[in-house]
C-alpha cells in the first residue's frame, strides 16, 4: 500500500487533548511556523477572541478548541490575508464550518492561503453565544466533558451544530481525529502536500490505516444525514411562498447582525444598508396610499431573501446568524435548508475545495435543465394571445 | 396655560381613534405607529394611510422594534403632513437626526408620551402580549419604576417628551384604562385635534411626574456609581468590550449613528500581512479581526453627546454587553461639559458644530 493511502499519525493524549495539540503547535513555532492563530480567552475570561500568536506563553494560555465561536475563524483570517503581502506563515486551527467559510472566501477573493495552514477537528458542535455569555465556566466545563468523551450528539450544542454533516474532515491540511473513540489518543491526518509537510517537519511520519477511524465518522454522519432530514422537513413549511416567509421573519428589527456575523457575506457595505436602498420619503407613502400601509424597518423579508440568494450557495451552516439575532429568529436553520436545496441543483457543496469553482461564477450549457424544462412546459401551456 | 383634550376610554383606544381622526379627515395623509403584524403578536412600525389599518395598531406599546427617529429620517421631508406616536427618547433622536440633516419636522406632527419605559426584545419576543402589559400598567398608573423595562429606561431622566406637539399623559395616570390626557403643546397641535372632542385648561400633572423624576435620578445616580468603578482606565474598558464580536449591530440600531458607511467598516483600517507581522513582533500576540475596542471609543467620541440613552443597542447586543448603559453615562458626561441636552431644541447646535473661544479654559492651560 502507498504511504498517500495511509494519511495518519496516532499519537498519545497527555494532559487533555488540548494540552496536546498546544504541545504539537508550539514545537512547529519558529521552525515551519511563524505564527498561529487560535482563541484565546478575552482577559476578562467570558469568553474568546482570536489571537494571532507568536510566544510561546500565549500558545500556552490558548483555547484551540473553545467551547463556543463568538466570531467566526474565517473572519479572523480574512482580516489578516485580504490585502496580501508579507511572508509569514500562519498556522491557523479552526472549527471545520470555520475551515469551509475560509475556502469559500479564497474563491471570492478574501482570504489567500498561501502562507496558511489549515488546522482542524472532529467537532463536536459549538455552544450558543448566550450560553457563553449566560455562564461561561459552566459552558467551558460543558464543552471539555463533550471534547474529552468524544460526544458528537449533544443536544447543548447549537441547532445547527446539531445535525451538521460536515463536523469531520473536509478541506483542512491537518485533520485532528476525535471521532473513533479512542479517549487516550488522537489521530493527526494530513489532508495535502502542506499538512504532510508540516507532520514530517514535526517529526510525525504518517503511516496509521485510518480504515476503523473513517468507519466511526460514517457512522456518526449517518446519524447526523437521518437528523437533517427531520429538521428540514420541519423547516421546509417556515420557508414556501412569502406569507410562509415573512411570518417567520416577522420579528425582524431589520439590524443585520446575521448579516454582518455571517462569514460569507463579506461585502463592506451591504446593498441594503447602502444609499441606493434608501428611497425618496414620497415614495413610502405612495407606497402606503396603494396599500393601507407600509412596514418599517423597510424591506426586511427582502433583505432575507437577498441575503440568501447571494450567500446560499456556500453558506456553510456555521449558526453565526442564529447566535447574533436579538430576536431569536432561527435564522440558520432556515439559511441552511435553502442552502442545501441551492447547493444541491449546482451539485455543489461549499467549501469542500478549493478547486471547485463558485457556480454563478461558471457558466455551464447543460445546467439547470430542470428549470429550462419547467418553463417550456409553462409556455406551452400558455393560450395563444390571439 | 395649555389646553387638554380629554377622552373618555382607555388610553391606548383614544390614540387610535385620535389618530383615525386625523386620518378620516384628512389633517394627516398617513400615520406613523406601533402596530401588530402576526399571528404571532410581532410588532412593528407602520405608515398607515388607511383607517381601518389602524384596527392593529398599538401606539402606547411599551415596545421598541426600532428606534422610530431612523423611520422618520426617510420619511421626511415630508410632503404630506404624517402624526407620528414615538417615545420621548425617539422624539429627541429625531432632533439629533435633524441637527444633522437627516429629516425634517416640517409636516409632522409629532405624539409623544409621558413614558413609562421599553420592555427589551427579548423578553417582548418571548411573552405573549396580554401577559406583556398588565404588570406594567400598574406600576407605570401608580408612578413606580416597572420591573421588566430596560435598564437605561430605569435611568431616564427624560421620560417627559421635550418636543412634541402633543403629549400623551400616561406616567401615573391612575385612570388610563377609562380615560387619556392629551396635552396640546402647540397651536398646530390644537388646529389638527379641533373638533375631536372636550377641551380643558390644564397640563401634566408636575407633582406627580417630579416625584417619579427623583426615583429615576436615584437609579441613575447608582448606574453611575457601579459603571465608575468598571469603567476606569483602559483595563476596565477592555473588560466591558473585550467580548464584543465586532457585529456593529449597535451602531447600525442607534439612532444617532447615521453614516451610511461606518469608517471602521471602510477600506481605512484594513492592513496587509507586512503590518501585521509587525505589530506582532512587537506585541507578541494580536487579536483578530483587530479594533474591537478602537471601535467603540470610536463611536463613543463621535456620538455620546447625542446619545439619548434609548437602549437599543444593548437590546441587540449578542454579547450581552451593557453598551446601552456605558454610552448613556458617558454621553451625559460629555454632553454636560457643553450644557448640552440632546434632543432638547431643534435650534440648538451640536457642541462640536460650534466653537466658542472661553470653553475648555482648563485643557489649554
Known amino acids: 500500500m502507498s504511504k498517500s493511502s495511509k494519511p495518519g499519525i496516532k499519537i498519545p493524549v497527555k494532559n487533555g487533548i488540548e494540552q496536546t495539540v498546544r504541545t504539537l503547535l508550539n514545537k512547529a513555532l519558529g521552525h515551519s511556523i511563524d505564527a498561529l492563530l487560535m482563541p484565546v480567552k478575552v482577559p476578562s475570561k467570558d469568553s474568546y477572541a482570536w489571537i494571532l500568536m507568536q510566544d510561546s506563553d500565549v500558545v500556552n494560555d490558548a483555547s484551540p478548541m473553545a467551547a463556543g465561536m463568538p466570531v467566526q475563524g474565517a473572519k479572523a483570517l480574512k482580516s489578516l490575508t485580504r490585502k496580501g503581502g508579507g511572508s509569514l506563515r500562519v498556522a491557523a486551527l479552526m472549527r471545520p464550518c470555520e475551515v469551509r467559510a475560509a475556502i469559500e472566501l479564497v474563491k471570492l477573493n478574501q482570504i489567500n492561503l498561501e502562507n496558511v495552514v489549515l488546522i482542524s477537528y472532529d467537532c463536536p458542535g459549538a455552544l450558543p453565544l448566550s450560553e457563553l455569555s449566560d455562564n461561561f465556566e459552566a459552558a467551558e466545563k460543558k464543552f471539555k466533558v463533550l471534547l474529552s468523551s468524544r460526544c458528537f450528539d449533544s443536544p447543548d450544542v447549537k441547532p445547527v451544530c446539531q445535525f451538521c454533516t460536515g463536523f469531520s474532515m473536509g478541506a483542512a491540511d491537518i ?6 473513540g479512542d479517549t487516550g489518543h488522537l489521530l493527526l491526518i494530513s489532508g495535502s502536500p502542506k499538512g504532510k509537510a508540516f507532520l514530517s517537519a514535526a517529526g510525525l511520519n504518517v503511516d496509521e490505516d485510518l480504515s476503523a477511524y473513517k468507519k466511526q465518522v460514517d457512522l456518526i454522519l449517518k446519524k447526523k ?143 439547470l435543465q430542470k428549470i429550462h424544462e419547467i418553463v417550456k412546459s409553462a409556455e406551452s401551456q400558455e393560450s395563444p394571445h390571439e | ?31 406613523l405607529t406601533l402596530r401588530q403584524t402576526s399571528k404571532k403578536g410581532s410588532l412593528d412600525y407602520g405608515l398607515l394611510t388607511r383607517s381601518e389599518e389602524l384596527d392593529r395598531a398599538v401606539p402606547l406599546m411599551p415596545v421598541m422594534p426600532a428606534n422610530a427617529a431612523q423611520i422618520l429620517s426617510s420619511l421626511t421631508p415630508a410632503k404630506k403632513p404624517i402624526a407620528a406616536v414615538v417615545k420621548p427618547c425617539e422624539l429627541r433622536g429625531f432632533v439629533e437626526r435633524i441637527k444633522r440633516e437627516q429629516g425634517s419636522l416640517d409636516n409632522v406632527l409629532t405624539i409623544s408620551m409621558t413614558c413609562g419605559g421599553v420592555i427589551p426584545l427579548d423578553i417582548s419576543i418571548k411573552t405573549s402580549k396580554n401577559k406583556l402589559t398588565p404588570k406594567y400598567y400598574e406600576q407605570v398608573k401608580a408612578g413606580e419604576i416597572p420591573e421588566n423595562i430596560r435598564p437605561t429606561c430605569k435611568t431616564c431622566e427624560h421620560f417627559v417628551p421635550m418636543t412634541a ?3 400623551i399623559s400616561v406616567v401615573g395616570e391612575k385612570g388610563l384604562d377609562s380615560t387619556c390626557r392629551f396635552i396640546l403643546n402647540s397651536d398646530k397641535a390644537a388646529s389638527m385635534t379641533e373638533g375631536f372632542g372636550r377641551i380643558e385648561d390644564g397640563g401634566l400633572d408636575t407633582k406627580v411626574l417630579d416625584d417619579h423624576l427623583k426615583k429615576r435620578q436615584t437609579k441613575n445616580k447608582n448606574l453611575l456609581e457601579s459603571l465608575k468603578s468598571q469603567l476606569d482606565g483602559l483595563d476596565g474598558l477592555v473588560d466591558i468590550f473585550g467580548k464584543c464580536i465586532g457585529c456593529h449591530g449597535c451602531s447600525r440600531v442607534c439612532p444617532i449613528c447615521y453614516c451610511v458607511l461606518c469608517d471602521f467598516e471602510s477600506r481605512s483600517f484594513d492592513q496587509n500581512v507586512t503590518f501585521y507581522e509587525e505589530e506582532l513582533t512587537q506585541k507578541g500576540a494580536l487579536r483578530l479581526p483587530p479594533d474591537t475596542l478602537f471601535f467603540h471609543l470610536g463611536r463613543l467620541s463621535h456620538m455620546s453627546f447625542s446619545c439619548v440613552g434609548c437602549g ?54
Open chain 2, 1 to 31: 396655560m395649555n389646553k387638554i383634550l380629554i377622552t373618555d376610554q382607555g388610553a391606548e383606544q383614544s390614540v387610535v381613534e385620535v389618530l383615525r381622526f386625523l386620518l378620516d379627515n384628512k389633517k394627516v395623509g398617513g400615520v
Open chain 2, 312 to 365: 437599543q443597542c444593548a437590546d441587540v447586543c449578542p454579547a450581552d454587553i451593557p453598551v446601552a448603559s456605558v454610552f448613556k453615562k458617558i454621553g451625559e458626561n460629555t454632553a454636560a461639559l457643553f450644557d448640552y441636552v440632546p434632543g432638547r431644541d431643534v435650534e440648538e447646535d451640536i457642541p462640536v458644530m460650534v466653537f466658542k473661544e472661553e470653553e475648555f479654559k482648563e485643557l489649554g492651560e
Open chain 1, 175 to 180: 485533520h485532528i481525529g476525535l471521532a473513533d
Open chain 2, 165 to 167: 406637539d402633543i403629549t
Open chain 1, 225 to 367: 444525514t437521518q437528523k437533517t432530514k427531520e429538521i428540514f422537513q420541519a423547516v421546509q413549511p417556515m420557508v414556501e411562498g412569502l406569507e410562509n416567509l415573512a411570518e417567520t421573519f416577522s420579528n425582524c428589527i431589520g439590524c443585520h447582525n446575521c448579516q454582518s456575523a455571517c462569514p460569507i457575506c463579506y461585502c463592506r457595505q451591504c446593498y441594503f444598508d447602502s444609499k441606493e436602498s434608501k428611497l425618496e420619503p414620497a415614495y413610502y407613502m405612495e407606497k402606503a396610499e396603494k396599500r393601507g400601509g407600509v412596514s418599517f424597518p423597510h424591506d426586511r423579508v427582502l433583505f432575507h431573501v437577498g441575503r440568501m440568494s447571494h450567500m446560499s450557495l456556500s453558506c456553510v451552516s456555521c449558526g453565526q446568524c442564529t447566535d447574533a439575532c436579538p430576536v431569536s429568529i432561527p435564522v440558520a436553520k432556515v439559511f441552511s435548508y435553502v442552502a442545501s436545496q441551492t447547493q444541491q441543483a449546482f451539485e455543489y457543496s461549499a467549501g469542500k475545495s478549493v478547486s471547485e469553482a463558485i457556480p454563478l461564477k461558471e457558466f455551464k450549457e447543460d445546467e
